[in-house]
């Protein structure tokens, strides 16, 4: 697998589809839609579920389920 690498001068330069994610992240907002609202999990789950099982996307799912709940190991770490 490899990796594209280079500059992004501005959100204008990143692909359609992840701009709102990255926008999203670096914003005021960002604090909650990364650690309660898991928006890189849906976002990377979103690209291969279409080859899961249910049971294999419900295991996958399972540590995202409730927003918010290993947040304490993040803060007390």
Sequence with gaps: MEAMV????????????IREVY?????????????YDNIYYDMALATFKHLLTSDEYKEYE?????????????IHI
């Design 6 to 17: 280079g500059v992004l001068k501005d959100y204008k330069s990143f692909p359609a589809a």
């Design 23 to 35: 926008q999203t992240a670096r914003s005021a907002a960002g604090e909650k839609a990364l650690l």
């Design 62 to 74: 399972r540590p995202f389920k409730n927003p918010g709940e290993d947040l304490f190991l993040l």
